[in-house]
């Protein structure tokens, strides 16, 4: 699952850590199973998340507790091996809203590419060099992500962020199915439709601040090698977000002044 957030701030701007400007940006990449469950946190010999969510492997007391990372972040794993380019790249267009960029990808990387079996040191054999399985899977990551143009997707059907304008789901829907090839799942966040003024007696209690988008595919063998197939959402029965359907009940809204470059 490829999934990407469209934040209108960060939070983090008096940094210099601000959202690319015409692009949606990279949440992450899931392993997923076709059931909708999934793993998490599935070596901690490799956490480097300085504030795990959840704090267990299960994200119940009975599972095995996730220690906080206190080393370097994960993006000085990088620079040891020359890659600046990826790293330019990541602080761009994989950024955080409330945290430092680094803190986030490493939350990624612990959380969900640890559960990947193909990103597992042992795979790389006796040439592995330290950090090179962190690499691999932010490059596979972008690799995906970079093919999802959701904001190109959504501005050439005439949907461009707006603090005026509002769109209608099912609009949103069918120009990323039909650029996808499957359904994908969108996310909204902010005020339920039903308790604003002009939802106001309304059964639809859906989202309506469009806020993320996740892709999903079937993958055959690694998901480096990007033989993925894109499949709808619902392919077992779940769910296709939850944001409002209401003909023009959703906002996608502008960034804050100062918040993209």
Request: charged letters at 15%; hydrophobic letters at 30%; aromatic letters at 16%.
């Amino acid at each position: 699952m490829a999934t990407q957030y469209w934040d209108i701030y960060t939070g983090l701007e008096f940094q210099g850590q601000v959202l690319p400007k015409d692009s949606w940006t990279l949440h992450g990449l899931w392993p997923d199973f076709c059931n909708g469950s999934y793993t998490q946190y599935c070596d901690l010999s490799r956490q480097y998340d300085p504030d795990p969510s959840p704090n267990t492997t299960t994200g119940t007391f009975k599972g095995t507790p996730v220690p906080p990372y206190t080393g370097p972040n994960i993006g000085t794993f990088l620079e040891p091996l020359g890659r600046y380019d990826l790293l330019a790249y990541m602080n761009r267009y994989w950024v955080s809203q409330g945290q430092p960029n680094p803190d986030f990808w490493g939350h990624e990387f612990s959380k969900h590419a640890t559960c990947y079996s193909t990103f597992d040191v042992p795979c790389y054999g006796p040439r592995y060099v330290e950090h090179e399985d962190v690499v691999d899977f932010f490059e596979t990551a972008i690799a995906y992500y970079r093919g999802l143009p959701t904001w190109d997707w959504l501005a050439d059907a005439g949907i461009t962020p707006s603090n005026a304008t509002a769109y209608s789901l099912r609009d949103i829907r069918s120009v990323l199915t039909a650029a996808h090839g499957a359904v994908p799942y969108i996310a909204c966040a902010g005020e339920r439709y039903n308790t604003t003024e002009a939802g106001a007696g309304s059964l639809d209690n859906g989202y309506t601040r469009l806020s993320e988008v996740w892709y999903y595919h079937h993958v055959y063998g690694r998901p480096q090698d990007h033989n993925a197939v894109p499949v709808a959402a619902n392919v077992t029965g779940g769910s296709l977000g939850n944001c409002a359907s209401t003909p023009g009940a959703i906002y996608y809204y502008e960034r804050a002044r100062g918040s993209e470059v």
